[in-house]
């Protein structure tokens, strides 16, 4: 037998394997689990003269954590080169960091960043918004996002260079939000309307394929401060397959990747999309990168009224008291999408946030599996599931990819019930029920939706189903808690076989990947109220340390 890389040794370790839950020392060669035991045991059979051994302290280890939704470039391309805010930022706070933010800028520079939270849309919407901002980016063009990162909102500047003005036309799928009486654009840009600066502010301001691959691998960097070692990249672009392959080839990719390639776009500047760029991820694969699925756009959010739901909207001057939202293509196109990918072998991942487009996909799934495909499908948020659909989503094999700022209350949470009543907008995220019904539940973050991708906060919310900051009061549906057992899985093992890497990943067994993380205190042994507050003081992936506190 040969002897070990390394032994980490004198830990408290949950392995996650029912086989043998706990352990208090772990063997690795290149970058696998070949010993899991005692301290004994393991020196005795793996240790050599070579060896390095890391004394763990007594510390608690455990599996790396997965995030099975995320826009990590996007989120890494802000921490570098953009502003940030949180969504509970008022506009005269933003106002204000904007004018503190442009000073350092060259005079034909670009602001860009967020979030702005859903709750401004009224307030961004009059006139006075942008001619604050306009005279706090003392004239430069300014591109920000909201917090779903479906809508934006832009300057008059940005408007000028993207061609908007009272003449330009609603794209398909987008709405550009007039000031009343004068039809002139306010700056709020619906869905793809926002597309259409981004658009020419990239052409202004081009990525690299460097640039691409910084912005990435910082993503990870983050990703691995909170200690993530595996997930999906939920709207990857060609740049961005180009970037992981350029990453791996130079050692620097240092996570599990799976990226799912967009079958349609209402939200990224990103061309080629559909058939030119989902059928071509093969030549990009690599050791760590699995480019297995698709994304499909399905609807909107329902604070902008773009999420499909069973039941109307409330009434609106513009919308009338019967209208359900709208889907962005017919089932028979969604059918036919899931089929094809199927056939390819590839997995779809499909962002639905109303329980109408839920619906569709479980008609579409219905097909799908009829002609005996078995390829994963998730349903991307999720959050609104009716009572008659739970089951289905189980016997259909459907996994609920769920965002853990709408488990409990919050920003979007007062957002969404303006516009569908509190009653309907509490009954979200149906999570014990899936269960329950024999479904599957993983975590994705969906950041830099929220502004920071902390898998602890989103377990703590699904244990209590309160805010664990405590901004927010009151609890969200609390018969949908989840155990905390339950809540690690949907973070670890649940996710590592909903993204296809369980013969990888997610648990801590001889032959998989060496991936962990050292935490500051037993989760298991601490108020469930003080989970979100655990602390990541080491990441390792594949025998590697590669973050550390």
């Not at 890391?54 to 890494?76: C, E, F, S």
């Amino acid at each position: 037998m040969s002897h070990a890389d390394l032994i980490i040794r004198n830990a408290h370790i949950a392995t996650l394997n029912p086989a043998t839950p706990v352990a208090s020392a772990l063997a690795i060669r290149a970058g696998k689990v070949v010993g899991v035991g005692s301290v004994e045991e393991l020196h005795d059979e793996f240790h050599g003269a070579d060896t390095r051994v890391v004394d763990m302290g007594g510390a608690t280890v455990m599996p790396g954590l997965h995030d099975a939704h995320n826009h990590h470039q996007i989120a890494g391309k802000a921490d570098l080169m953009e502003i940030e805010f949180l969504p509970t930022a008022t506009l005269d706070q933003i106002v204000e960091m904007i004018r503190a933010y442009a000073l350092e800028l060259p005079e034909d520079a670009w602001v860009v960043g967020g979030s702005w939270g859903s709750t401004l849309i009224a307030e961004l919407s009059e006139p006075e918004a942008k001619q604050r901002i306009d005279e706090a980016a003392g004239g430069r063009p300014v591109l920000l996002v909201d917090d779903s990162h479906h809508n934006k909102w832009a300057n008059s500047r940005a408007l000028e260079l993207a061609g908007i003005d009272a003449d330009t036309a609603d794209p398909v799928d987008g709405t550009i939000v007039r000031i009343a009486g004068s039809g002139e654009p306010s700056g709020l840009l619906f869905e793809t309307a926002g597309l259409i600066v981004e658009k020419v502010m990239n052409e202004l301001n081009p990525m690299t394929t460097e640039l691409w691959a910084n912005t990435s691998e910082r993503g990870m960097q983050i990703l691995h401060s909170y200690g993530v070692t595996a997930f999906m990249d939920a709207g990857v672009s060609l740049d961005l397959l180009a970037a992981f392959k350029k990453l791996e080839d130079e050692g620097r990719l240092k996570s599990w990747v799976v990226s799912c390639l967009m079958a349609n776009n209402m939200i990224f500047d990103a061309d080629p999309i559909g058939d030119r760029l989902v059928w071509g991820g093969e030549p990009f694969r690599t050791e760590h990168h699995r480019p297995d699925f698709i994304k499909i756009f399905l609807d909107g959010i329902p604070p902008t009224l773009t999420a499909c739901f069973l039941e109307p909207y409330l009434p609106t001057e513009s919308h009338g008291a019967h209208f359900h939202g709208e889907i962005t293509m017919s089932v028979e196109e969604l059918t036919d999408w899931l089929l094809r990918a199927a056939q390819a072998g590839l997995g779809a991942k499909v962002h639905c946030t109303g329980d109408g487009s839920v619906r569709h996909v479980l008609n579409a799934a219905e097909k799908v599996r009829a002609a005996g495909h078995t390829t994963p499908l998730h349903i991307a948020h999720g959050q609104f599931v009716a009572v008659e659909d739970v089951p289905r989503m189980a016997s259909l094999q459907v996994t609920a990819d769920i965002s853990p700022t709408l488990w409990y209350p919050g920003v979007i949470f007062e957002a969404i019930k303006l516009v569908i009543g509190e009653e309907r907008a509490t009954r979200m995220q149906p999570n014990r029920s899936i269960i329950d019904a024999g479904g599957v539940v993983v975590g994705g973050s969906d950041w830099p939706v929220i502004p920071l991708p902390n898998p602890w906060v989103g377990i703590e919310g699904l244990v209590t189903r309160a805010d664990p900051s405590g901004e927010f009061p009151g609890t969200l549906w609390v018969e949908q808690a989840l155990t905390l057992d339950e809540a690690i899985a949907v973070y670890t093992t649940a996710s590592s076989k909903a993204m296809g890497l369980s013969d990888t990943t997610g648990s801590l067994e001889v032959g998989k990947s060496a991936d962990f993380i050292v935490l500051d205190r037993n989760p298991w042994e601490i108020p469930a109220t003080d989970l979100a507050d655990v602390t990541v003081t080491q990441t390792w992936f594949a025998g590697e340390q590669v973050f550390e506190r």
